[in-house]
């Protein structure tokens, strides 16, 4: 059973264009929305994350937008350039006092081309 | 990186063997897992600790097993290796940041079972 459902697999992206990647979650006691940033041969990095209080966080050209009521939540890059191509995770967590054990989409391939 | 290794960093081993696979912090952090990662499935949690000698199972534990005797050191181990096993092995910390806590991971073992 796959409670967060990230699309699309992979995406191709011009330079300077805005990426987006999609994610659903069914689990409502979710209540912590990291992004990861993983490049080949490299383990996942920390991107940005969001809680359900804000419906947006934006830091630099990464903006998270949050639709509690859909239980959807969505990655964009602004200004998409070639230093982006990478695999991008959504995850989410329930609340835990620091144990929080994170569930993780499939990944999307982004690819920025010239 | 959050102070994180793991080691070895490739490993090649034949069917029914045993494998450890390490994992060494250096910022005394109290939660620390491992999850495995394939494609098509993301990363997926196998086991996490709590503290030394702290640990519990997660969502894929079936044929391995954890240690962990010391606060830097977590272990995991195959104890009779299968071909469904090869994967790219994370081990991962949580860590308080601005309030939050937030999960950094290590740069991966990439394990294949021949």
């Known amino acids: 059973q796959q409670q967060v459902k990230q699309s699309p697999q992979s995406l191709i992206v011009q330079k300077g264009g805005i990426s987006i990647i999609n994610c659903a979650y069914e689990n409502t006691a979710f209540d912590y929305f990291p992004w990861y940033q993983q490049f080949p041969g490299k383990g996942p990095a920390l991107l940005i994350a969001?809680?359900?209080?804000?419906s947006e966080k934006k830091e630099g050209r990464f903006t998270i937008s949050f639709n509690k009521s859909a239980k959807q939540f969505s990655l964009h890059i602004m200004d998409s350039q070639p230093g982006d191509s990478a695999t991008y995770f959504c995850a989410a967590s329930t609340p835990n006092f620091g144990n929080e054990k994170l569930t993780f989409g499939t990944g999307t391939r982004l690819t920025i081309i010239p | 990186d959050a102070g994180i290794t793991q080691s070895p960093r490739h490993k090649v081993t034949e069917t029914g063997t045993p494998v450890t696979l390490r994992c060494h912090q250096t910022?005394?952090?109290?939660?620390m897992y491992w999850y495995r990662q394939d494609p098509g499935h993301g990363l997926r949690l196998i086991h996490y600790?709590?503290?030394?000698?702290?640990?519990d199972k997660g969502e894929v534990s079936d044929g391995y097993s954890v240690s962990r005797s010391k606060t830097e050191d977590f272990l995991l181990t195959l104890e009779s290796a299968t071909s469904s096993q090869t994967s790219v092995y994370f081990c991962a910390i949580s860590e308080v940041v601005a309030g939050a806590y937030e999960q950094y991971f290590g740069p991966g073992t990439r394990l294949t079972v021949t």
């Open positions: 600790s709590y503290g030394v000698k702290d640990t």
């Open positions: 969001i809680r359900p209080d804000v």
């Open positions: 910022e005394n952090h109290r939660y």
